[in-house]
C-alpha cells in the first residue's frame, strides 16, 4: 500500500473538485501539503511573497473564470496573504485557501510558545474571505473543502478558507482507507443566482428613466456573462453604463452608452446627477 497522509487527502479533494493550479510558497507547518502536491496531477506556482501568490490566484481566477487553489503556511505566512485576499474579496474572484496551522494540540490555547502560534488564525482572516473552517480530524478534509468550494462559488463568490493543523496533514493514511470520491457540483448549483424582492423589482421599475438613471456594472456583470442583458437595458432607457474596474468590458467599450470608470470629474458629475 502507497503510504498515504491528510496532505494526500487534501490534494485528492482539490483534485475531485476539478482544480488544477495551486499558487503559494512552502513552509514548515505545510510540509505535508507540498509533499502531497508532488505526488499529486495539480500545476504549482510559486512567489516570493505570500501576498504575490493571493494575487496571483486572484488573477488567475479573474481570467480564467475557473477558482484558484492557495496553499499557506502558518502564522507569518498566512497573515502576509490578506493583502490579496481582501482585493479578491472585495471584487468576488474564488480562492479555496488551504492553509497549515500548528499541531491540534495547541489550538484554542493561548502562549504554548508554538512555533509561528497566532491566538486566532481564523479571526485574522475573517473580514476577507467568506468562509472560515478549521479541520480537527483527516475524515473531516473532503467536507470542509467541498463546503468552502460551494461556498467560494456561489454569488457573490470570493476567498474561502480552510485550515488544517500541521499533525493531520501528516497523519498517515492507509490507501485501504480512501474516502469516498466527491465531484465538482455542476455550474447550475455550485453557483447561485440570489434572487430579488418582487417589491424591489417593481420600485426599480418605476425609478428608472431616461433623464436620471445611470447603470454601474460591476465584475459579477462580466463574470456571469450579463453583459448584453444589461446592455439591452442600457439601450432601453437610453441610460449611460459605467463600468468599475472589475467589470471593465462587460460593456463593450465603443457602445455609444459606454463610460470608463475614471475617477474625474465628468464621471464624479454623472454619478451625481442619477
Same mark, same amino acid.
Given at each position: 500500500?502507497?503510504? *498515504?497522509?491528510?496532505?494526500?487527502?487534501?490534494?485528492?479533494?482539490?483534485?475531485?473538485? !476539478?482544480?488544477? !493550479? @495551486?499558487?503559494?510558497?512552502?513552509?514548515?507547518?505545510? %510540509?505535508?501539503?507540498?509533499?502531497?502536491?508532488? =505526488?499529486?496531477?495539480?500545476?504549482?506556482?510559486?512567489?516570493?511573497?505570500?501576498?504575490?501568490?493571493?494575487?496571483?490566484?486572484?488573477?488567475?481566477?479573474?481570467?480564467? &473564470?475557473?477558482?484558484?487553489?492557495?496553499? %499557506?503556511?502558518? &502564522?507569518?505566512?498566512?497573515?502576509?496573504?490578506?493583502?490579496?485576499?481582501?482585493?479578491?474579496?472585495?471584487?468576488?474572484?474564488?480562492?479555496?485557501?488551504?492553509?497549515?496551522?500548528?499541531?491540534? $494540540?495547541?489550538?484554542? $490555547?493561548?502562549?504554548?510558545?508554538?512555533?509561528?502560534?497566532?491566538?486566532?488564525?481564523?479571526?485574522? +482572516? *475573517?473580514?476577507?474571505?467568506?468562509?472560515?473552517?478549521?479541520?480537527?480530524?483527516?475524515?473531516?478534509?473532503?467536507?470542509?473543502?467541498?463546503?468552502?468550494?460551494?461556498?467560494?462559488?456561489?454569488?457573490?463568490?470570493?476567498?474561502?478558507? +480552510?485550515?488544517?493543523?500541521? !499533525?493531520?496533514?501528516?497523519?498517515?493514511?492507509?490507501?485501504?482507507? =480512501?474516502?469516498?470520491?466527491?465531484?465538482?457540483?455542476?455550474?447550475?448549483?455550485?453557483?447561485?443566482?440570489?434572487?430579488?424582492?418582487?417589491?424591489?423589482?417593481? =420600485?426599480? $421599475?418605476?425609478?428608472?428613466?431616461?433623464?436620471?438613471?445611470?447603470?454601474? $456594472?460591476?465584475? &459579477?456583470? *462580466?463574470?456571469?456573462?450579463?453583459?448584453? %442583458?444589461?446592455?439591452?437595458?442600457?439601450?432601453?432607457?437610453?441610460?449611460?453604463? +459605467?463600468?468599475?474596474?472589475?467589470?471593465?468590458?462587460? @460593456?463593450? =467599450?465603443?457602445?455609444? %452608452?459606454?463610460?470608463?470608470?475614471?475617477?474625474?470629474?465628468?464621471?464624479?458629475?454623472?454619478? !451625481?446627477?442619477?
Amino acid at each position: 500500500m502507497t503510504p *498515504r497522509n491528510g496532505g494526500d487527502v487534501v490534494v485528492e479533494t482539490l483534485t475531485a473538485l !476539478d482544480i488544477k !493550479d @495551486v499558487f503559494g510558497i512552502p513552509g514548515q507547518h505545510a %510540509l505535508g501539503l507540498f509533499d502531497a502536491l508532488s =505526488r499529486s496531477p495539480l500545476n504549482f506556482y510559486s512567489s516570493r511573497v505570500e501576498n504575490n501568490a493571493a494575487f496571483a490566484a486572484d488573477g488567475y481566477a479573474r481570467a480564467t &473564470g475557473n477558482p484558484a487553489a492557495l496553499f %499557506l503556511s502558518t &502564522g507569518p505566512g498566512a497573515l502576509t496573504s490578506l493583502a490579496g485576499l481582501q482585493e479578491a474579496y472585495a471584487t468576488g474572484a474564488p480562492i479555496i485557501v488551504v492553509s497549515s496551522q500548528i499541531p491540534a $494540540a495547541g489550538l484554542g $490555547a493561548r502562549r504554548k510558545g508554538m512555533l509561528h502560534q497566532l491566538d486566532e488564525q481564523t479571526e485574522s +482572516v *475573517r473580514n476577507v474571505t467568506k468562509f472560515q473552517a478549521t479541520v480537527q480530524h483527516t475524515a473531516a478534509i473532503p467536507s470542509a473543502l467541498e463546503d468552502a468550494y460551494r461556498e467560494a462559488m456561489t454569488a457573490p463568490q470570493g476567498p474561502v478558507w +480552510v485550515e488544517i493543523p500541521q !499533525d493531520i496533514l501528516l497523519e498517515s493514511q492507509a490507501s485501504a482507507h =480512501r474516502l469516498p470520491a466527491i465531484s465538482a457540483p455542476t455550474v447550475a448549483t455550485a453557483i447561485t443566482q440570489p434572487e430579488a424582492h418582487a417589491a424591489l423589482v417593481a =420600485r426599480a $421599475a418605476q425609478i428608472i428613466n431616461s433623464q436620471s438613471t445611470v447603470i454601474v $456594472a460591476g465584475g &459579477g456583470v *462580466r463574470r456571469s456573462g450579463a453583459g448584453e %442583458l444589461v446592455v439591452q437595458l442600457a439601450e432601453k432607457v437610453d441610460a449611460p453604463v +459605467v463600468c468599475t474596474v472589475g467589470g471593465n468590458t462587460a @460593456v463593450p =467599450r465603443g457602445h455609444r %452608452l459606454a463610460v470608463h470608470f475614471i475617477e474625474d470629474r465628468h464621471v464624479t458629475d454623472l454619478m !451625481d446627477s442619477a
